[in-house]
DNA sequence: TTACAGTGTTTGAACGTTCAAAGAATTAGG
DNA sequence: CCTAATTCTTTGAACGTTCAAACACTGTAA
């Protein structure tokens, strides 16, 4: 709950400039819309949100279209409850097919089925034409490289 | 539900370029990090998600603390159902008090409280304190203004 | 060998968001 | 006027995410 701490005295603060707050701003209404437009669209053409199709993405690319649950975390950004829930849905779709690794008793490994594999092939020209209409199109490359720099510096821990 | 409909032919598809796939890449993790880090930083400080304290913000700027819902919404690129649960939660806390128009009986008025009113002054520093460190000290001041237009031409609709 | 810390994953309840539906008040057109 | 379309807001169920707790297995070190 709340904590009325250490908190810098009002005097002190380092306000946003002018340019800061217009950055924040539009920075905020991505955060908001992006999310939600993509998840909005994956639903419409497969009842699929945004981080789920990622993952099938990336075990389709994974050799044997298998990882392990911690791998798929690390490169999805998932916590590990976050994707054991999702593996759980898309296990129930039947694109996904969750089983224990031979070394480790531990790990547990998600495969794509035939079907997943079919239906990321299938949206993924889709998928890639929405990327590019909502964020691509909207760019010159030189700002395409600017946001790979910004949007690192940001996720950077 | 599936919808196997037009698709582009595999073959006609404008795949994602090199650096159009690392900035993707850079920005799915802003769009998954930046906002968690955000709800865990308020939540902990006073168990609020980030645009529940935006829209105390609003209000506290808004002549007489005060704004119709569509206001709001509109401000802060939030649904209207949206919108209404999140006041009904900060109505609950006694932060924010609803009331009916006197011309329009349709629009609801939302007023920060004397309460509410001191908790932004309490947590704005802290929040400011926040996005410098999570954002704008990563940036240059050039960086910024690239943001800007970016993040503006991106959450255009 | 046993104990203990660390790693990998799951579980279920609590929470915030979405979605479709509805109600109430206003506006526009005939 | 009267009706129909539109606007503003709420509701509740369904859904995805978070959080804390738990469990099983591995590694380590006495």
């Known amino acids: 709950m ?4 250490p908190l ?4 002190d ?3 946003l400039t002018e340019s800061e707050q217009e950055a924040w701003r539009q920075l905020l ?12 669209l994956l639903r419409q053409a497969d009842d699929l949100v945004l981080v789920e199709y990622n993952v099938m993405a990336f075990l389709s690319e994974a050799p044997g279209r298998s990882l392990k649950m911690t791998a798929i975390a690390a490169e999805a950004d998932l916590s590990p409850s976050r994707l054991s829930h999702l593996i759980g849905r898309l296990e129930k779709r039947g694109w996904v097919l969750r089983h224990p ?3 480790d008793k531990r790990v547990i490994m998600a495969t794509l089925t035939a079907e997943g594999y079919a239906s990321v092939q299938r949206l993924a020209p889709r998928h890639v034409r929405d990327v590019r209409e909502l964020v691509f199109d909207r760019l010159t490359a030189e700002q ?4 790979s720099r910004i949007a690192a510096a940001i996720a950077a821990r």
């Open 2 to 5: 709340a904590d009325s701490q």
């Open 101 to 103: 690794a031979t070394d």
């Open 13 to 15: 603060v380092a306000w």
């Open 29 to 40: 209404r991505v955060l908001l819309r992006l999310p939600s437009a993509f998840d909005g």
């Open 8 to 11: 810098p005295d009002t005097a």
């Open 144 to 147: 395409v490289d600017q946001l």
